[in-house]
């Protein structure tokens, strides 16, 4: 019999403190691509890909998201993921997506025995049953899937084989079409089992939708999903979809961007005022990247190569002037042409007469540079994300003194050595109206200055509430030299 004892907690007591994982900060590396084709369901509706393989596999190579997708991932640094979206373009039908079916039943000829298959399932609420389904004489797995359906033809449903799955979709589509999950019959040979159409073995049911138009779409895609950060549409949109899309994004509350390219050579006109790029103008937009270009999916190579930076490299972040758009044929303008689309803020893959080709000027809807949008999206989430954890990770509280206000001024800091290591930010002079003890004219050695209220300035409503007194900020962006004028004067 074992021996009493004594736990040695008695005496020593050791107690292990796991910090929790902090927060991660977004990737503003993710493009979104949206398409028509039928691969993604509406439940579904995102879906990710680190290369244009997966991608052909899924959608064949003739798909406009792989045409999108190809320039975005031919871009040279490689970008290393995309995401890809459905639009329901056209009322969609209801489906019940099988799982993988078992390697056994992979080959016809393991269905070629049974001679009275039976299926059961509910279809818009009522019970429909198919039985006497002959698989004898089949030589694929697309001809059982074409004898399943032709029975369920009379029910208003239809089987498909996907090449690994058994589908079976509603006839009629839009809302209110509905197939459930299948199941025994209790007479023939049950398939509910075998096609893995059950409850246990299927994917999550999707139900009939009405078609929505591409504003539905991005406010569904932004619901599903806040991986994303860019969007564009692999489908032709009218100018007054682009609007409504571009407006949708510029709204949002989480930073994205929209981009999409014009192919409607009006806009090379100067006389030319209703086109998108001038209307995009007009209302300012500065989440919005237009490219004029005759190949439909050119934006998405610019986007391919802004969003390879790596900000927490060193020197990493780049201007979209100057680059190239490779599977993207550059485009001869004229000078008037050019001017013309600059005074429009509409980016171009142009020719120049020294054998080079450039995109230019690398500009949003309202004139301002992509890079520094994109690099201020950046710097706003990666000061938010530290300080969050800065508050979520600490095994004790932040005190709501001098003291924990400086923790917080600290983390911010740090975040902003960052944004001058990968060139965001730079010293410079601050030119604009000062706070705290920063004036007009004044030089920013570190490129940046940070200002706390004093905590005993703080109104005693605000502390109540616990929150830190205001932090201002001034950032002094690196910029990037789009232009050169040189004189040369010579002397004999």
């Known amino acids: 019999m074992a021996q009493n004892a004594l736990s040695v907690d008695r005496v020593v007591k050791v107690t292990v403190n796991l910090q929790p994982l902090a927060a991660a900060r977004r990737n503003f590396g993710v493009l979104c691509i949206v398409g028509a084709s039928d691969v993604i369901d509406h439940v579904e509706r995102i879906r990710l890909y680190t290369g244009i393989s997966g991608i052909a596999d899924d959608f064949g190579v003739q798909s406009p998201e792989y045409a999108a997708a190809e320039l975005f991932f031919s871009q ?17 039908p209801a489906y019940l997506k099988g ?8 080959d016809a000829s393991a269905w070629n025995t049974i001679l009275n298959g039976s299926l059961g399932l509910v279809i818009n609420g009522a019970g429909a049953t198919v039985t006497g389904l002959d698989f004898t004489g089949q030589t694929n797995m697309n001809g059982i899937a074409s004898v399943i359906s032709a029975a369920l033809a009379v029910e208003g449903a ?17 809302d209110g079409q509905t197939i459930g999950f299948a199941q025994a019959t209790g007479t023939g040979t049950d398939l509910s089992a075998r096609m893995a159409l059950t409850e246990e073995l299927a994917l999550p049911l999707v139900a009939g939708m009405d078609a929505e138009t591409p504003l539905e779409c991005a406010a569904a895609l932004a619901d599903a999903s806040g991986d994303w950060y860019g969007l564009t549409f692999a489908e032709t949109l009218a100018d007054d979809e682009h609007i409504a899309v571009a407006g949708f994004v510029e709204a949002s509350s989480k930073s994205r961007i929209y981009m999409t390219t014009i192919t409607n050579s009006r806009v090379l006109s100067s006389t030319v005022t209703d086109d998108l790029a001038s209307r995009l103008k007009a209302l300012s937009r500065l989440r919005t990247f237009v490219q004029y270009s005759r190949n439909k999916y050119a934006a998405c190579s610019a986007a391919g ?20 758009e490779p599977g993207v044929v550059a485009e001869g303008l004229t000078e008037t042409q050019a001017q013309a689309l600059a005074s429009k803020r509409c980016n171009v893959f142009v020719r120049y007469d020294n054998d080079t080709a450039i995109l230019q000027e690398g500009v949003m809807a309202n004139g301002a540079f992509f890079d520094e949008v994109h690099g201020l999206d950046w710097l706003q989430n990666a000061i938010q994300t530290e300080c969050y954890n800065l508050l979520y990770q600490s095994k004790t509280k932040i005190p709501q003194t001098d003291a924990g206000v400086n923790q917080i001024v600290t983390t911010i800091s740090k975040v ?6 990968n060139g965001l ?12 003890q920063l004036q007009r004219g004044d030089y920013l050695p570190s490129g940046w200055y940070i200002y706390a209220q004093p905590i005993d300035e703080q109104p005693q409503s605000e502390r109540e509430q616990r929150k830190a007194p205001p932090i201002q900020v001034a950032v002094k962006l690196a910029g990037a030299v789009h232009f050169v004028d040189v004189q040369v004067d010579v002397n004999r």
């Open 76 to 92: 040279s640094p490689k970008p290393s993921i995309l995401a890809i979206g459905k639009w329901v373009k056209t009322p969609s």
């Open 99 to 106: 799982g993988l079916v078992a390697d056994a039943d992979l």
């Open 158 to 174: 239809a089987c498909e084989w996907t090449g690994a799955s058994f589908v079976i979709s509603s006839v009629t589509a839009g």
């Open 305 to 324: 190569r802004a969003f390879t930076v790596n900000f927490n490299a060193n020197r990493s972040t780049i201007t979209l002037k100057f680059k190239q």
């Open 416 to 421: 902003l050595a960052e944004a001058v290591n």
């Open 425 to 436: 930010v730079a010293p410079g002079t601050w030119n604009a109206d000062g706070f705290g």
